[in-house]
């Protein structure tokens, strides 16, 4: 789940420093360059494509093997329930710095234009490197160890951000991303093992969430900022990662495994 979504998260930070270098400097026009880039990955994901479709039908008269959850329907759902909540918590924070963090930046402490695309990519970057790092973290952990530290971990950062120089906001918006991004492939795997067999549905309910809760959070957020600051939106915002105490009522994997 990490080295999938690592990808996207990468390009995603790469997004704000192409913007400071490239378009601040060279304007609007300069956005065609990048097509180059999306027609490469058009061919990449047609070889791809082919290659699983072929995938598929050498495994097709393979016998399934059987999937049954290790835990009680009415578990597996509240468990789902707090993984929902776990998600949106963490989007809706991430959402804040990725939708708000440079208006933020230059808002608070008056830096560039092109200073605050290169802060919102030291974050996006951080955050890239948290996906990575926390999957191989999960597989020797436990999921909801990662899921502990990932989300309930990060609450003093984030309590502190609203209150830090220039200097910290820097280094403690990059520990933010760096722990709250570990979160999200251990959410996803530890949900699809609640679910066995169910692989492409909870990946797609949980990305589809996670997409359309950051959408909605960053519209929220925007509503908000223009009402009350956006210095007020940080200081709401502190207090999301409270959220991930409900990791507390999540089942215990690895005693399931072991029965």
């Known amino acids: 789940q990490s080295l999938f979504q690592v990808g996207g998260n990468f390009g995603q930070a790469m997004g704000p420093l192409l913007a400071a270098f490239i378009v601040v400097p060279f304007g609007q026009t300069s956005i065609s360059w990048f097509a ?3 027609l490469i990955g058009i061919v990449v994901l047609w070889q791809v494509g082919g290659w699983y479709s072929r995938l598929r039908a050498s495994m097709a008269s393979r016998k399934p093997a059987a999937h049954v959850s290790p835990f009680p ?3 597996v759902m509240g468990a789902l329930a707090v993984l929902t909540l776990l998600v949106l918590s963490k989007n809706a924070y991430i959402a804040s710095l990725s939708s708000y963090y440079t208006f933020y930046a230059i808002h608070k402490f008056g830096v560039s234009v092109q200073m605050s ?3 919102l ?3 996006l970057g951080a955050s890239a490197l948290g996906i990575l790092l926390g999957g191989p973290f999960g597989d020797r952990y436990g999921q909801k160890a990662m899921i502990w530290f990932s989300i309930v971990g990060v609450l003093p950062f984030t309590l502190a951000l609203p209150y830090a120089n220039l200097e910290w906001t820097m280094v403690l918006t990059v520990v933010i991303g760096l722990i709250l991004s570990s ?4 959410i ?4 699809q093992e609640l679910v066995p067999g169910r692989v492409g549905m909870i990946a797609g309910i949980f990305f589809g969430f996670a997409f359309g809760m950051g ?5 929220v957020l925007g509503v908000i900022a223009d009402m009350k600051g956006i210095d007020f939106v940080y200081h709401v915002c502190s207090y999301l990662p409270f959220l991930g105490l409900l990791t507390v009522f999540l089942p215990n994997m690895k005693e399931a495994r072991k029965a």
Do not use: E
């Open 188 to 191: 996803v795997v530890f949900a």
């Open 215 to 219: 959408g909605i959070a960053a519209a």
């Open 36 to 38: 180059v880039g999306s």
């Open 183 to 186: 979160a999200f492939s251990n």
């Open 73 to 75: 329907r009415k578990k």
């Open 117 to 119: 695309q290169v802060m």
């Open 121 to 123: 990519f030291l974050f």
